[in-house]
């Protein structure tokens, strides 16, 4: 283990050589912010232990905050661009700690409503400046490895922050509120003493600009349209995981404290293999990283098929981390090179609001199908949806590779990564 351990720690350091200061304090901010990230995955238990909604209820509650987040891709990526990288993550940093601290003392059935949506608008709306400002600031060619280490954080800051929420709760859950706001407002402080405005000059917005807001550009670039399909695809599949998969195994007998073991596969795999992966996604076609991503997702689903046993439910976990440990470094530095300049913002608003959208759909849908059909209709029918985006992407690969091909003539902030 500690063998393991310091190749890991060589790793990271090999993997973090070269990359900007600014972007370590992004990378240090979004840990801080991770390692208080205790509200969203105890949501429901909040609304139905301590506020006494109904599961229902607690559905509808949630519900409203994804759609707080699938707003917050167009609104924080629009803002972005418009008024400048620092501006909306100070504002959706600290606007978001008192749509936290709002949540944990609402009382009244409107104020969590409204406290909900809010929290998922306003919470969320960093996330598209953080990647734009990473596009800004880190080379083309080492921006798949910048996000790689970014998703890597993020994780590691979630696994630490589940057991510490667990103790924290204890306490009552408004501590997990207050300490949810207090971490997002210190990414929010450590933003305003050490990070500046990194919108390149030529892409700030012109005279009369303000009139025509560049939110759904990315909506008519047919190029991001085809790469999206995969991604919505994919990411619905994924979001299974968090309702269809844990009611699908606990009916079949499975403790809920297994599933939480076989669950923790996940994140043990993404802390310890996602350093390792940015080398040897470098030697493949960033297509074919991403058929991969989704095959292997697929195919980890699928897998679930074969029932509650804990080890093949645990190999299931560990086939679909594959896939998600492939695709999160390489469809983000995609979604860098595709948009233009001055709408970097707004194209990873529209990348995060993919992963809200489908994350929206996908419990009702799985749900839908899992009550209609049964638990193999379900995971036969991820397996055969992750074949398809994968055979998606590779279908669509050559259209991206000219429009590459082309945006290198003009532009020097294209990576030189094959598609």
């Not at 949540?103 to 734009?132: D, N």
């Not at 103790?167 to 509120?177: E, K, N, P």
């Not at 003493?193 to 009139?211: D, F, I, L, M, Y």
């Not at 991206?400 to 945006?407: D, E």
């Given at each position: 283990m ?8 060589a ?17 240090t ?18 609304l ?18 994804g ?60 996330r598209?400046?953080?990647s ?19 998703y890597?954080?993020?994780?590691v ?18 501590v997990?509120f207050?300490?949810d ?39 008519r ?20 995981g ?50 991969w ?49 001055e709408?970097?913002g ?11 959208l ?27 949806v ?34």
């Amino acid at each position: 283990m500690k063998h393991l351990l310091g190749r890991l720690r060589a790793e990271v350091r090999a993997t973090a050589g070269g990359l900007p200061g600014t972007y370590w304090y992004l990378w240090t901010g979004t840990l801080v912010n991770r390692l208080g990230s205790f509200v969203v995955p105890f949501l429901a238990l909040y609304l139905t232990r301590e506020r006494g909604f109904r599961v229902e209820e607690a559905g509808m509650v949630v519900s409203l905050h994804g759609v707080g987040g699938v707003l917050a891709g167009l609104v924080g990526g629009t803002l972005a661009d418009r008024v400048g990288r620092r501006k909306t993550l100070l504002s959706g940093l600290w606007l978001g700690a008192a749509a936290m601290l709002s949540m944990g003392f609402a009382q009244e059935t409107w104020h969590i409503c409204v406290s909900a949506f809010l929290l998922g608008l306003l919470g969320e709306l960093y996330r598209p400046a953080v990647s734009a400002a990473i596009s800004d600031v880190v080379k083309p060619e080492d921006r798949a490895r910048a996000f790689g280490l970014l998703y890597w954080v993020i994780n590691v800051g979630f696994a630490i922050a589940l057991p510490l929420a667990g103790l924290a709760s204890r306490f009552g859950f408004l501590v997990l509120f207050v300490a949810d706001a207090c971490t997002t407002f210190l990414y929010g402080l450590l933003v305003w003493w050490k990070v500046p405005e990194t919108r390149p000059e030529q892409a700030a917005p012109g005279a009369g600009s303000s009139r025509r807001l560049p939110s759904l550009a990315p909506f008519r670039d047919e190029v991001f349209l085809a790469f999206a399909l995969s991604i919505v695809l994919t990411s619905i599949i994924f979001s299974q995981g968090n309702v269809t998969l844990p009611m699908d195994l606990t009916a079949k007998g499975m403790s809920p404290a297994m599933f939480g073991t076989v669950l923790g596969v996940n994140g043990v795999l993404i802390v310890l293999l996602q350093p390792f992966v940015g080398r040897v996604l470098g030697q493949v076609r960033r297509a074919t990283a991403l058929a991969w991503a989704s095959a292997l997702t697929g195919l980890g689903f699928g897998l679930h098929a074969l029932g509650a046993n804990p080890g093949v439910a645990a190999f299931a976990v560990a086939v679909w981390t594959l896939g998600e440990i492939a695709q999160a470094p390489a469809a983000s530095a995609v979604v860098a090179d595709l948009a233009p300049t001055e709408q970097r913002g707004t194209y990873q608003g529209a990348y995060y609001m993919l992963w809200a959208l489908s994350a929206s759909i996908a419990p009702t849908l799985g749900a839908w199908v899992l009550g209609h059909f049964g638990s193999h209709a379900l995971w036969g029918g991820c397996l055969v949806v992750g074949l398809f985006a994968a055979g998606w992407h590779l279908a669509i690969a050559d259209a991206r590779r000219r429009r590459m091909a082309a945006l290198r003539l003009t532009r020097t902030d294209v990576s030189a990564a094959l598609d």
